[in-house]
């Protein structure tokens, strides 16, 4: 279905119903996942999305230069400030607390959402159920590969009396030939009542979907006195 400068009711009715079925669909994805932006926020989107190019398109009839104007409107003008309003949506879903940076996800779907919304406002209907299906697919398929890709992570480890028994250097190679990565970071001096602790980067290599790092952890207990063990987040999400 292509744009007509006359859209009748029925035309209207079924443009707007696709949009909301569009995002319902993605916005159950992300409220399942627990999400900032879920069900209702992707649906009040895409419906918003979809009534702007519905508006332009009937002003579109309206619009041309005559003889008696002032001057000539340019009606796509709405949509585009639809989708330029949606990136300061989409950047407040963005949130930094350290390394960690989450919700670009949540942003970048909000603002396919919105141009998914304004394809079923303009009429163009296949493009619009296409492009939504394509959203989901990402969400969902590409996740699932995503969880199983290797990449790196790392952990804060803090060990108690090295300086009494094993070495830096033995912590070093311990780790390294069981197949993991270690860098010195500081050591606290101790007292009486507490012994001397230092604390280690230690990185290795594992998809999302292996889970916590269990043979690491049974590693270190058994060969060191381990006092905390802090894994390090990092990344977009």
Known sequence: ????????????????????????????????????????????????????????????????????????????????????????IGGGAILKRGNLVSGVTTAATLWSMTVVGLCFGGGQLILGCVGTALILSVLVGVKWIDLRVRREHHAHVEVAGLSDGPSICDFHSVLAAAGYRSNFLRKTRGSEQEPELTVFDVKWDQPEAAGPPIELLNLLHRTYDLRSFEVIAEGMH
């Not at 707007?16 to 992300?30: C, E, I, T």
């Not at 008696?68 to 003008?77: A, C, E, T, V, W």
Request: glycine share 14%; no cysteine.
């Open 1 to 88: 279905m292509d744009m007509t400068l006359h859209p009748g009711w029925w035309d209207i009715a079924l443009r707007l119903a696709l949009a909301v079925a569009a995002g319902a669909a993605v916005g159950l994805n992300r409220e399942a996942g627990g999400h900032s932006a879920g069900f209702r926020t992707t649906v009040l989107v895409t419906l918003a999305a979809s009534l702007a190019m519905i508006q332009a398109n009937i002003l579109l009839a309206v619009a041309g230069k005559t003889p008696g104007s002032f001057g000539n409107m340019d009606y796509m003008r709405l949509p585009l400030g639809i989708l330029t309003g949606m990136g300061f």
